[in-house]
């Protein structure tokens, strides 16, 4: 069955540091989705971004990038020089192609606070 | 702003009640999805439509029904209302009907059932 785990429950760190938010998955499924979406304190959930299983490349868009390993499941989400605002819930989200779950599966979400 | 609306933006009611929520998908989109989230189960997939018609379903109750119109607007009903049913409810909205559609997330319908 199709599970996402986000391990690291709340990361607190102070602005300009680095964060990576983990992501780790399962999925019997060859093709597959990966998304990541952002739940700021006003409550509605933000896109990020969509990986599919089949491109591994890391992907990059201004402070925010994405590492993709296939091989230990993992999509994991780094912000670079860390801003208040970027204090919010990230979801990591698995849909399969074939399987059952092809509507999305999210993870419990990790709580980043960003102090100044 | 992801273009999709809900309403209302906060329900309160009492246990056994019945309750209608509403969500417009952005222009264009052809899939609704309802989503619950509280703080015990997390963000769970309810159901799916597109076009129209049903094309998924999660852990949805039987009491709880949705239906999607043909101006593809759509409302998710909640019926024989419990303490625990008390969540954010989400409506989300894709062009497409597959798995790999990005999905763009209205503000929520906060539901307190008390």
């Known amino acids: 069955a199709q599970k996402v785990t986000q391990a690291q429950t709340e990361i607190s760190v102070v602005e300009k540091e680095d964060v990576t938010l983990d992501c780790v998955y399962e999925?019997?499924?060859?093709?597959?989705?990966l998304f990541w979406y952002k739940q700021p304190p006003s409550g509605e959930l933000v896109f990020l971004i969509r990986r599919n299983s089949f491109d591994e490349q890391n992907e990059i868009s201004g402070r925010y990038s994405w590492n993709f390993q296939k091989s230990t499941s993992s999509f994991n989400f780094t912000i670079t020089a860390s801003q208040v605002v970027d204090s919010a819930v990230y979801f990591c989200?698995?849909?399969?192609?074939?399987?059952?779950?092809?509507?999305?599966?999210f993870g419990s979400g990790t709580q980043l606070t960003v102090l100044p | 702003d992801s273009g999709v609306t809900q309403t209302p933006k906060h329900l309160i009611t009492a246990t056994g009640q019945r309750v209608t929520l509403r969500c417009s998908p952005r222009s264009g989109d052809l899939s609704v999805y309802w989503y619950q989230q509280s703080l015990d189960q997390g963000l769970q997939f309810l159901i799916q439509?597109?076009?129209?018609?049903?094309?998924a379903k999660g852990n949805i109750l039987e009491r709880f029904s949705a239906q999607q119109f043909p101006d593809l607007h759509s409302e998710l009903n909640l019926s024989s209302l419990e303490l625990g049913d008390s969540a954010l409810y989400f409506c989300a909205s894709s062009v497409g009907k597959g798995s790999y559609n990005e999905q763009f997330f209205g503000p929520g319908t906060r539901l307190t059932v008390l």
């Open positions: 999925t019997r499924d060859t093709t597959y989705y």
């Open positions: 989200a698995l849909s399969e192609a074939q399987g059952s779950a092809r509507q999305l599966t």
């Open positions: 439509y597109y076009n129209g018609e049903e094309r």
